[in-house]
Structure formats: C-alpha cells, structure tokens
C-alpha cells in the first residue's frame, strides 16, 4: 500500500510551509506529495492565498530526492494539452523521473466566473478532457502527431525531448464516464471523499472497464485524515481541519463513518487495511493541519511501519 501526502496549495499554503513539510517526509516510507490545482480558494474567501501549482512541483523537485509528486489534478480548463505535455517532460527530466500527472476536468466555478475561464457543461468537460489525454499521450510518443479532434486539432506537431521514462497518468473525478476514460487512456483512477460502500460501487464499476478494455489500472483515493494520541489533541486535530472546510466532521466517529482515516496510529493501520481489501493501491492524504508536523511525525514512526 502507497501512503501519500496531498496539499490543498490555494489554501494558505506558503513556500516555508511546502518546503517544511516537502523535507520532512522525503526519503521516508511516504510514497509522494501531491498539490490541488486552483486559481483561488474553493471557500471562496478573498482573503486567503496559495501557491500556483506547477512551479510548487518544480520547487518538490528541487527540494526533495525520492518523493514522487504531482497536480491533483491539473484542471483541463486552465492550460491547453501541449503546454502541460511539454511542461509534464521538462518537470519529469529534472526530477529524474518522479513525475505522476494527475489530470481532471474541473468543477469550481467560482474561480471560472472569476477570471473569465470559461467552464463547459459535465458531458462536454469530460469530452475535453478525453482529447487532452489521447493529445498528451500522443505529444510524449510520436513525431508529427496530428489529432482531429471536436475540442483540439493537432497538425504534425512535435514534441521533444520526448519523456525517457514514463509519466502516469492518474484521472481523477467520480462520474461513470470518468471512471471509464480512467480506465481505457490512464494509469490510475482517482476518487476522493468515498463512504466505503460508495467506493466499492466505483471499484466494481473500475472491474467492467477493465475486462472491456482487456487492461487493468492502479486505484486510489484522496481522503482527509487525523492522527493523535490522546482525545483532547484529536479534537484540537478535528477543529484546526474545519478552520480550512467548514462542512467536514466535527466529531472523530462521524469523520471514520464517513471513511477518512481518524484515531489514533493503530486505528488508523487498521482503516487503511481495510482500505487495501477493498482493492486500493495507493492512498492520498489530505492534510489540512499544515502546521501540525507532530501528525506528520506520528504517521513515519506509527503507522507507514506497518501498512
């Protein structure tokens, strides 16, 4: 089982605060660190501020050695495929091939109405964001690549240096026909926020695309979590992640019913093997404690030992 770390970068997140936390887990049993990409706060506060995503992953990849990293998820609205193509190898070159892409057809309209982005309706998004793999995919691997697509026309385009290694491709997003552009372009399908018998759903769902398209891919979830040793911290642990989103669960056993990681070091070994009977591969932290490096500590020493 992969344990990995997720930052909400719009967030309050400062540079000292990514390099902090970046350093503190690399060359440890944490698989990768991984950053949302947004242009403003899904509060939707003013008076919040945040990290552009790309350059953060360029600084990941300076600052750290083994940590893999990468957008969950690039939003397809923000950058055309070939830029984030060409950027995906450069970033992939200079970490020495650490890079793991993380793609999604965007959902915070607020952000859009904002900076006059425009926001396409669900079918249309999940359209797009189809072509912008099959063109990523094809930048990264052919001279003179052409696509004809609705949404993109590729004219003998090419691309180099190509990626020496490869670069997966995680699809992140909970509609059926998310899960199956996952299945039939990606490498890994993404879910977030899952009750387990919600989750399961979407596996089973994973196993009729899989057959259909003779391919199998990794699956993970991204899910908040909080790790203590005493009550009184694990309530302190609870009100620091509602500070950043209100609506999450005030009390430790509404947060574990709704399947994110809670309690104390054993109980949380013994959510993430749940997790991995159900069939995940790879499970992405949230961590909205940013300032709470004990948790951080707590999971290295307590937990990732015995996952």
């Not at 965007?106 to 309706?121: A, C, D, N, T, V």
């Amino acid at each position: 089982m992969k344990i990995s770390l997720m930052l909400e970068s719009q967030e309050n997140l400062s540079w000292d605060a990514l390099k902090r936390i970046a350093e503190l887990i690399d060359n440890t049993k944490f698989y990768g660190l991984f950053l949302s990409d947004h242009l403003f706060s899904v509060k939707g506060t003013s008076d919040s501020f945040g990290l552009p995503v790309w350059p953060a992953m360029t600084a990941i990849s300076i600052w750290t050695h083994s940590l893999r990293f990468g957008p969950l998820v690039n939003s397809i609205t923000f950058r055309h495929p070939a830029q984030v193509a060409k950027i995906g190898e450069s970033l992939q070159s200079l970490s020495d091939g650490r890079l793991e892409l993380g793609l999604g057809a965007g959902w915070y309209s607020g952000e859009h109405e904002m900076f006059g982005i425009k926001l396409p309706e669900n079918s249309e998004r999940l359209n797009l964001l189809e072509e912008y793999i099959q063109i990523i995919k094809g930048l990264w691997t052919i001279d003179d690549f052409s696509f004809e697509g609705h949404h993109y026309k590729i004219k003998n385009a090419s691309m180099n240096p190509k990626p020496t290694t490869n670069i997966p491709l995680i699809v992140g997003g909970m509609a059926s026909r998310t899960i199956e552009i996952a299945t039939k372009f990606g490498d890994q399908w993404n879910g977030y926020y899952l009750e387990h018998d919600k989750l399961k759903k979407k596996l089973d769902l994973i196993k009729i695309f899989e057959e259909r398209f003779d391919k199998s891919i990794k699956k993970t979830i991204m899910i908040p979590f909080v790790i203590e040793d005493s009550n009184k911290n694990i309530s302190n642990h609870l009100s620091n992640c509602n500070k950043v989103f209100s609506n999450l669960p005030k009390h430790i056993e509404e947060w574990q019913n709704l399947g994110f990681l809670g309690g104390n070091p054993q109980e949380v070994v013994e959510q993430i093997q749940k997790y991995k009977e159900m069939g995940i591969d790879h499970i992405i932290l949230e961590h909205l404690d940013i300032e709470n490096d004990f948790s951080l500590n707590n999971l290295k020493e307590n937990v990732l030992t015995h996952v």
